[in-house]
C-alpha cells in the first residue's frame, strides 16, 4: 500500500519557517492590531464624548465667573454711584418709600396730615399685606393697605383731601373712594409701600 500522506509544499514549508522565525513579531502585530482596533472602536469614541462634556461644562463655568464678575462690577459701581448721591436726596427718597414698616409711624403721620387740613377722623384701619402683592413687581417692595374715614367734609373738602393724599410724600396709590354729601363723609383706600428686610 502506497504512503498516501501529503508532502508539504514549497509556501507551507516557508510559512512555517516565517512563523517559527518571526512568531513574536507576529503576535505582537495582532495584539497592536486589536489593541488599534478597539480604541477606535470603543475608546475613542467614550473619551470624544467625555472630552465634550468636560467642555461644554468648562465653558458653563467660565460663562458664570463672566457673570459674576460683571455683576461685581455693576455692584462696586453702583456703590460709587450711591456715595456721591447728597444724603437729603437720600433721606427723601426714604420718605417717599421708607426702608421699613413701622405702624406707628404711618398711623401718626396720616393723622397729623389729615387734623392738620380741619378733617375730622372718625376711623383708621391699617393692614400690612403678607407675602408678595400681585401689582408689586418686585419682592423686595411690600404693601400696607389703609383705610380712613373722615367727616366734617363738603365736596370742595373731598377733593383737597384727594389732592393731599395723592401728593404726599409717602407713595400712595388711591385704590378705592366714597364720598356721602348727607352725612358729609368721605372714605378712602390707599395703599402705601414700604422696603422689606432682605
Same mark, same amino acid.
Given at each position: 500500500?502506497?504512503? +498516501?500522506?501529503?508532502?508539504?509544499?514549497?509556501f507551507?514549508?516557508?510559512?512555517?519557517?516565517?512563523?517559527?522565525?518571526?512568531?513574536?513579531?507576529?503576535?505582537?502585530l495582532?495584539?497592536?492590531?486589536?489593541?488599534?482596533?478597539? #480604541?477606535?472602536?470603543?475608546?475613542?469614541?467614550?473619551?470624544?464624548? *467625555?472630552?465634550?462634556?468636560?467642555?461644554?461644562? *468648562?465653558?458653563?463655568?467660565?460663562?458664570?465667573?463672566?457673570?459674576?464678575v460683571?455683576?461685581? &462690577?455693576?455692584?462696586?459701581?453702583?456703590?460709587?454711584?450711591?456715595?456721591?448721591?447728597?444724603?437729603?436726596?437720600?433721606?427723601? &427718597?426714604?420718605e417717599f418709600?421708607?426702608?421699613? #414698616?413701622?405702624?406707628?409711624?404711618?398711623?401718626?403721620?396720616?393723622?397729623?396730615?389729615?387734623?392738620k387740613n380741619?378733617?375730622?377722623v372718625?376711623?383708621?384701619?391699617?393692614?400690612?399685606?403678607?407675602?408678595?402683592?400681585?401689582?408689586?413687581?418686585?419682592?423686595?417692595?411690600?404693601?400696607?393697605?389703609? *383705610?380712613?374715614?373722615?367727616?366734617?367734609?363738603?365736596?370742595?373738602?373731598?377733593?383737597?383731601?384727594?389732592?393731599?393724599?395723592?401728593t404726599?410724600?409717602?407713595?400712595?396709590?388711591?385704590?378705592?373712594? &366714597?364720598?356721602?354729601? *348727607?352725612?358729609?363723609?368721605?372714605?378712602f383706600?390707599?395703599f402705601?409701600?414700604? +422696603?422689606?428686610?432682605?
Amino acid at each position: 500500500m502506497e504512503n +498516501l500522506e501529503k508532502k508539504p509544499n514549497n509556501f507551507e514549508i516557508w510559512l512555517a519557517e516565517f512563523l517559527k522565525k518571526y512568531f513574536g513579531i507576529v503576535l505582537f502585530l495582532v495584539a497592536l492590531s486589536v489593541a488599534v482596533l478597539g #480604541y477606535f472602536l470603543v475608546i475613542s469614541p467614550h473619551f470624544q464624548a *467625555s472630552a465634550i462634556l468636560v467642555q461644554s461644562s *468648562s465653558f458653563e463655568q467660565e460663562k458664570k465667573y463672566i457673570q459674576i464678575v460683571q455683576k461685581l &462690577t455693576d455692584l462696586k459701581s453702583m456703590e460709587k454711584a450711591y456715595k456721591k448721591i447728597d444724603s437729603d436726596v437720600i433721606r427723601k &427718597t426714604e420718605e417717599f418709600l421708607p426702608p421699613e #414698616y413701622v405702624q406707628e409711624q404711618l398711623f401718626l403721620e396720616l393723622e397729623q396730615v389729615i387734623i392738620k387740613n380741619g378733617y375730622t377722623v372718625n376711623s383708621m384701619a391699617i393692614q400690612k399685606e403678607l407675602g408678595v402683592s400681585g401689582d408689586v413687581p418686585d419682592s423686595s417692595v411690600g404693601r400696607v393697605k389703609v *383705610s380712613l374715614k373722615v367727616s366734617a367734609v363738603d365736596y370742595q373738602d373731598f377733593k383737597k383731601l384727594l389732592s393731599i393724599v395723592e401728593t404726599n410724600i409717602r407713595l400712595m396709590n388711591v385704590n378705592k373712594l &366714597t364720598f356721602s354729601p *348727607s352725612d358729609q363723609s368721605a372714605s378712602f383706600d390707599f395703599f402705601t409701600y414700604f +422696603l422689606r428686610d432682605k
